[in-house]
């Protein structure tokens, strides 16, 4: 697509749209980038003026935004607000910074979405990819603007994209040679406001596939594999709990595969580094995708058995004082969080608690006896989470006011042979700019503990 000398408004700068921007202005776009913080807030705004970008701050666009020829939302910037619905009636185009990228991708798209295990499956793709083509590029959701990677990108490139619900409301014309969504389960609800929506959001990453397309999908969803009735695209499942027919399934200690005519062991699941069910999906979605591309049964389970997860995934952080630290920070609805729950093999001191979606903590919490020796929580949600727990009898609870209490108060009760989890089943957007900060200051703690022990004995 031509973005020469169109007059575009960039909406957000956080790092989509400072991304976006930056790659329109080098296209020859007359780039706006808007954001309701203030300047002084920003701090890309004097980088951002230097390359020839002008800056609209400190409040929404509603006044210049029929100036545009077209607007680009960064994921954050909700679709509902009213200059959005002012653009659209005007018929100026609004689009994303994923759609955007995408007109401009010259080779084979990979989109992976689902509630949990997106950035676990993108890395792990992107990895089993790499070892047979070293242009494959990893981007999207797992924290790397897919417009930062378009200008390097050549036909014998290979994009391998993590993709939110928030990225596919303004996709138009995005269409991946293969996809896949691993799971569905309630998140996000306060902007999607129904599961409907939500779902919908989902779906509209394999909506422009055709039959020469791939859409990997997990049987034991409901809600996916009715996604197979949906699409025109050669559908490969995977399960967890059944043998398949044809897919890939786990069996006997091994994912076992039956992809046309080729039948086998991808690789025995003691082979591998990662732990727990919800793992062996993503190992198996993973595989589906770079089967489907081409590789070699060998490559795949080469990478298998030497990829170590993702940080702040259920990610073992250090023993202190015999006790077991893992920082799930990641684990940012319930779903998620049940995975973490169920993977712990030993008495769990758990942080939970944040940012509010609006999405219902039951099926978690029922969990917690037999399980959580002492749940401690935090942030907006504290109190409706001590109302679920208590709902089910569970009443081993604290309450911190900061996170640094918390986990404080976790180390002060953990026992050894205990193992402390961070796994708060919310956003971190009420305490912190993103999860990733959240549990780089848990594992900044933790090994902080490990060196006040270690100068104890010393001492």
Same mark, same amino acid.
């Given at each position: 697509?031509?973005?020469?000398?169109?007059?575009?408004?960039?909406?957000?700068?956080?790092?989509?749209?400072?991304?976006?921007?930056?790659?329109?202005?080098?296209?020859?776009?007359?780039?706006?980038?808007?954001?309701?913080?203030?300047?002084?807030?920003?701090?890309?705004?004097?980088?951002?003026?230097?390359?020839?970008?002008?800056?609209?701050?400190?409040?929404?666009?509603?006044?210049?935004?029929?100036?545009?020829?077209?607007?680009?939302?960064?994921?954050?910037?909700?679709? +509902?607000?009213?200059?959005?619905?002012?653009?659209?009636?005007?018929?100026?185009?609004?689009?994303?910074?994923?759609?955007?990228?995408?007109?401009?991708?010259?080779?084979?798209?990979?989109?992976?979405?689902?509630?949990?295990?997106?950035?676990?499956?993108?890395?792990?793709?992107?990895?089993?990819?790499?070892?047979?083509?070293?242009?494959?590029?990893?981007?999207?959701?797992?924290?790397?603007?897919?417009?930062?990677?378009?200008?390097?990108?050549?036909?014998? &490139?290979?994009?391998?994209?993590?993709?939110? &619900?928030?990225?596919?409301?303004?996709?138009?014309?995005?269409?991946?040679?293969?996809?896949?969504? %691993?799971?569905?389960?309630?998140?996000?609800?306060?902007?999607?406001?129904?599961?409907?929506?939500?779902?919908?959001?989902?779906?509209?990453?394999?909506a422009n596939q055709t039959e020469g397309d791939t859409l990997v999908l997990n049987y034991e969803d409901d809600v996916c594999?009715?996604?197979?009735?949906?699409? #025109?695209?050669?559908?490969?499942?995977? &399960?967890?709990?059944?043998?398949?027919?044809?897919?890939?399934?786990?069996?006997?200690?091994?994912?076992?595969?039956?992809?046309?005519?080729?039948?086998?062991?991808?690789?025995?699941?003691?082979?591998?580094?990662?732990?727990?069910?919800?793992?062996?999906?993503?190992?198996?979605?993973?595989?589906?995708?770079?089967?489907?591309?081409?590789?070699?049964?060998?490559?795949?389970?080469?990478?298998?058995?030497?990829?170590?997860?993702?940080?702040?995934?259920?990610?073992?952080?250090?023993?202190?004082?015999?006790?077991?630290?893992?920082? +799930?920070?990641?684990?940012?609805?319930?779903?998620?969080?049940?995975?973490?729950?169920?993977?712990?093999?030993?008495?769990?001191?758990?942080?939970?608690?944040?940012? +509010?979606?609006?999405?219902?903590?039951?099926?978690?919490?029922?969990?917690?006896?037999?399980?959580?020796?002492?749940?401690?929580?935090?942030?907006?949600?504290?109190?409706?989470?001590?109302?679920?727990?208590?709902?089910?009898?569970?009443?081993?609870?604290?309450?911190?006011?900061?996170?640094? +209490?918390?986990?404080?108060?976790?180390?002060?009760?953990?026992?050894?042979?205990?193992?402390?989890?961070? &796994?708060?089943?919310?956003?971190?957007?009420?305490?912190?700019?993103?999860?990733?900060?959240?549990?780089? %200051?848990? #594992?900044?703690?933790?090994?902080?503990?490990?060196?006040?022990?270690?100068?104890?004995?010393?001492?």
């Open positions: 697509m031509e973005y020469k000398g169109r007059k575009v408004l960039v909406c957000g700068m956080a790092k989509s749209g400072i991304a976006a921007a930056k790659l329109l202005r080098k296209q020859g776009a007359l780039v706006t980038v808007q954001d309701s913080k203030d300047r002084t807030q920003l701090k890309e705004a004097d980088a951002l003026e230097q390359a020839g970008i002008s800056l609209y701050t400190g409040k929404n666009p509603d006044d210049i935004i029929l100036k545009q020829d077209l607007v680009v939302l960064s994921p954050g910037v909700p679709v +509902d607000l009213p200059f959005v619905k002012m653009a659209k009636e005007r018929g100026i185009p609004v689009i994303g910074e994923v759609e955007l990228a995408y007109t401009l991708t010259p080779c084979p798209v990979i989109a992976i979405t689902g509630t949990n295990g997106k950035t676990t499956t993108t890395a792990l793709t992107g990895e089993i990819l790499q070892a047979v083509n070293p242009q494959t590029a990893v981007v999207g959701n797992i924290g790397i603007p897919y417009c930062e990677k378009v200008e390097s990108l050549t036909t014998e &490139s290979v994009v391998v994209a993590e993709i939110s &619900s928030f990225q596919m409301e303004t996709a138009v014309s995005f269409h991946p040679n293969i996809s896949a969504v %691993l799971n569905i389960s309630p998140d996000h609800l306060n902007r999607h406001k129904t599961m409907e929506n939500y779902i919908a959001m989902k779906e509209r990453v394999f594999r009715a996604m197979a009735e949906k699409t #025109k695209a050669q559908v490969i499942f995977f &399960s967890s709990k059944r043998h398949l027919q044809e897919g890939l399934w786990l069996e006997n200690g091994a994912i076992r595969y039956a992809l046309g005519e080729k039948k086998g062991t991808f690789i025995q699941l003691e082979e591998l580094q990662l732990l727990g069910t919800h793992n062996y999906e993503n190992v198996m979605a993973a595989s589906a995708i770079a089967f489907a591309y081409g590789v070699p049964v060998e490559i795949i389970r080469k990478v298998l058995q030497t990829f170590r997860g993702v940080a702040h995934r259920i990610e073992f952080v250090e023993t202190v004082d015999g006790v077991d630290y893992y920082n +799930d920070s990641k684990g940012t609805n319930t779903d998620a969080a049940i995975r973490a729950l169920l993977a712990m093999k030993k008495p769990i001191l758990l942080i939970g608690g944040g940012y +509010d979606k609006g999405v219902d903590f039951d099926d978690w919490t029922k969990l917690f006896a037999g399980r959580v020796k002492e749940a401690v929580f935090i942030g907006d949600t504290a109190e409706k989470l001590q109302q679920s727990a208590e709902k089910f009898g569970f009443t081993a609870i604290k309450r911190c006011n900061t996170f640094r +209490d918390a986990v404080e108060q976790c180390r002060k009760d953990a026992q050894p042979g205990d193992c402390v989890l961070l &796994s708060p089943a919310c956003a971190s957007w009420d305490m912190f700019t993103s999860y990733e900060e959240r549990g780089d %200051l848990f #594992k900044q703690m933790v090994h902080a503990f490990s060196k006040e022990t270690v100068n104890e004995v010393e001492q």
